[in-house]
């Protein structure tokens, strides 16, 4: 993970605006794109000139959680190649695959003959909240506010694998009149995993139903995830009991929060 | 259990037989989480962190160099009048044990908790050579009562109602006990009592033995520990190779890391140092001292990519932390090691024909590595052995064939953008008939979940994008 501070403040004169590639990944292109557009709209909030990639398609990483690691390669070296065209930060809006990327590129390409340009790409890697983090001030003059009560949900290769909590919280706490309560569930799995939430449907589920029974036993008015393989699990499974909470993405909460 | 659930079905069934019982889904949580809070309250202030390290370091050294470490353990407990039997395999070792019982004429038997004897599935052959045996640990006592099996590491009925402990134990009695944790712990204990009076044989597994003194160290709660090691004219310890460490000090180490990853307890009620039979002039101990070593599979680990499992511990933190074995229980995994740790041992153990599945079963949160007490990378393990499968040509044809198709279609631009248009809208259409149940994957998704439907404009279709 790399730190980056874009140029927010070019009116000082002087400082061009940093180049970031956003990378929107498969989830996130094909079912949230809406999503990914607020990713990019926020990132270009904070100064950074943002490029989405052409020509990837996806991190690899449901192939590679099943063991099928030649297939993981092949489908994850269209995306390292694209990345390579790339300069600057590679900001993904996707907390289990920007820990794909980071985490597990270079062990998959390891003796490949792209091992080199993976590494490189795995360098650039960062989780999208974590580079908003980075620009709290910007946040913080645009005077957000969204009314309700909210709860985090950690992603967990996001929380354990890029140790990445208290940086989408502290975006969050920019937000006025979102009232972020703690749950006691927060760190604990949605039960998507991948391949897992098909294999074991019912046991994925009980395991959404008791971080949803959390978040409605705190008062949540909406759950807050920034993976889209949890949101879709946590959507999924509330959409289809027809009960509360919202379940949506952070870049989502801050455009409707009014970071457009 | 006669029959062997692991090979006579699969994790999926299993788990919905658990998934119905409503207060598996309450107790297991609430007594996991209580487990976890003791763990972080109590060590809060030392650097628990710091200690794990030193574990997992101490673990490592050890197994880096095993058969050192064994030697050693073995002449300290030799130089101690300890009698030393090795048992390549589960079968071995109950012979071992069997034999030990009738070389002393035993007819009683007494048992202290232990994992290992659940592994080489020590009582029925016990029994069978007409022993009367009784499990002696409050858990293992109803587990034994009711015909059931363990379904957590330290806690084995987690998975009970105490209505139904009290209902066990009613039956033992011949009348109604009182719905009354401490009434029906009060029966339990009388009943104990006779049972540690009469034994001749006391039998234990072994939580460490340590090298350099030739001792095994039992950490225990109930106190039935120290009645089944000195009471009975012989003992008999059951020990995994793998428990053996070097040195007292390694212990200062690992004790406090097997009592707070287990229990939350910075030392458990009672920690036994067993050093050998009663010596002359003693007043009390057993005649004769037996320590069983167990290999069972744990050799052929030695030098593998899967070596680190064998620092395992077995203080079922990995349990209380896992996110599907608190909603399915210990049951689920169809043998002696429930959640994570099962998981990956139960393949490495029996094979990938019975325990091949098991690693599936896991949504891989890594949850098991942050509290493991001596940092075994599970998730890693996990990863490998799933990796093992498809490598090995285990993975069925229909998931080789998905692989194959997502890979053809996801790794060209072109490929993956008219594939998803043409998905995408096949999607669209099945969700508005009610037809997504027929979609093989996304029909199992569709059991609970509505399922996301594509966008009509993915975001590579928004625009000319320069890059």
């Known amino acids: ?260 | 259990m006669s029959e062997d659930p692991l090979t006579s079905s699969t994790f999926a069934e299993r788990a919905r037989v658990q998934l119905a019982k409503p207060f598996l889904r309450e107790a297991v949580p609430r007594a996991t989480d209580i487990a976890v809070r003791d763990l972080r309250e109590r060590f809060a202030g030392h650097d628990y962190d710091g200690l794990r390290e030193l574990g997992r370091e101490i673990r490592a050294r050890t197994m880096a160099d095993l058969e050192d470490a064994l030697a050693t353990l073995t002449d300290a407990l030799v130089a101690n009048g300890i009698h030393v039997h090795h048992a390549a395999d589960a079968a071995a070792a109950r012979e071992h044990i069997r034999r030990i019982c009738r070389e002393s004429d035993a007819t009683r038997v007494v048992k202290v908790k232990s994992m290992a004897t659940e592994e080489i599935a020590l009582n029925p052959a016990l029994v069978a050579d007409g022993l009367e045996v009784t499990e002696t640990d409050l858990g293992e006592y109803v587990v034994q009562l009711d015909g059931d099996r363990p379904s957590h590491i330290i806690a084995p009925i987690i998975h009970k109602t105490r209505a139904e402990v009290r209902e066990t134990l009613s039956r033992v009695a011949g009348r109604e006990l009182p719905d009354d944790a401490s009434e029906l712990t009060d029966f339990a204990r009388e009943r104990l009592r006779d049972a540690f009076m009469d034994a001749d044989v006391g039998i234990s597994g072994a939580n460490f033995g340590v090298a350099e003194t030739g001792t095994i160290v039992l950490v225990t709660n109930e106190g039935n520990g120290r009645m089944c090691t000195s009471m009975p004219r012989i003992h008999i310890a059951l020990m995994g190779i793998e428990r053996v460490i070097p040195t007292l000090e390694d212990l200062s180490v690992m004790l406090p890391l097997i009592t707070g990853a287990g229990t939350g307890q910075l030392i458990t009620s009672y920690v036994s140092m067993l050093s050998g039979p009663r010596g002359e002039g003693e007043p009390d101990g057993p005649e004769a001292m037996h320590v069983v070593l167990l290999d069972n599979g744990r050799r052929a680990l030695l030098g593998t990519e899967y070596q680190e499992v064998l620092h395992c511990i077995r203080c079922g933190a990995c349990q209380n932390v896992c996110p599907v074995y608190r909603q399915v229980g210990g049951h689920a995994y169809g043998w002696v090691y429930g959640g994570p740790i099962g998981a990956v041992l139960t393949p490495l153990f029996l094979g990938t024909e019975a325990g091949g599945e098991l690693p599936q079963a896991s949504s891989l949160c890594g949850a098991c590595d942050d509290i493991c007490p001596v940092k075994i990378p599970l998730h890693d393990l996990l990863l490998q052995l799933r990796r093992t499968r498809v490598d090995d040509g285990a993975a069925p044809w229909r998931e080789r064939l998905a692989a194959e198709l997502w890979a053809w279609a996801w790794s060209s631009p072109r490929r993956y953008r008219v594939v998803t248009r043409i998905g995408g809208g096949v999607v669209r259409v099945m969700a508005a008939a009610g037809l997504m149940s027929s979609l093989g994957p996304l029909g199992r998704w569709a059991r609970g979940r509505t399922i996301p439907t594509p966008a009509r404009r993915p975001f590579h279709s928004r625009g000319e994008r320069d890059v």
Not at chain 1, 66 to 71: D, L, M, Q
Not at chain 1, 157 to 180: I, K, Q, T, W, Y
């Open chain 1, 1 to 260: 993970m790399i730190g980056i501070r874009g140029g927010a403040d070019t009116t000082r004169g002087g400082h061009l605006p940093d180049t970031v590639a956003l990378f929107p990944t498969c989830l996130g292109d094909l079912v949230m794109p809406d999503t990914v557009e607020h990713a990019q709209h926020a990132l270009g909030v904070c100064g950074l000139d943002v490029r989405p990639v052409r020509g990837g398609t996806c991190c690899g990483q449901p192939a590679f959680n099943a063991g099928f690691h030649p297939h993981a390669r092949r489908v994850a070296r269209v995306s390292v190649r694209a990345l390579a065209q790339t300069t600057g930060p590679i900001v993904v809006p996707a907390g289990s695959c920007a820990a794909m990327m980071s985490r597990h590129w270079v062990g998959l390409f390891a003796g490949d003959r792209d091992a080199e340009l993976a590494r490189q790409v795995a360098g650039r890697v960062v989780e999208f909240s974590a580079v908003l983090a980075t620009h709290l001030d910007v946040l913080e003059r645009r005077h957000l506010s969204w009314p309700g009560t909210a709860g985090y949900h950690d992603s967990c290769h996001m929380l354990r694998e890029l140790r990445l909590s208290g940086e989408p919280r502290a975006v969050l706490g920019c937000v006025r009149d979102l009232e972020l309560v703690p749950l006691a569930s927060a760190d604990r799995c949605c039960g998507f995993g991948g391949t897992f939430s098909v294999r074991y449907p019912e046991v994925s589920v009980a395991m959404a139903d008791s971080k949803l029974d959390d978040a409605r036993s705190r008062g949540v008015d909406v759950l807050i995830s920034a993976d889209p393989g949890c949101l879709m699990q946590l959507g999924g499974r509330a959409e289809r009991t027809g009960d509360t909470p919202r379940v949506i993405h952070i870049a989502t909460l801050l455009h409707e929060a009014g970071l457009r």
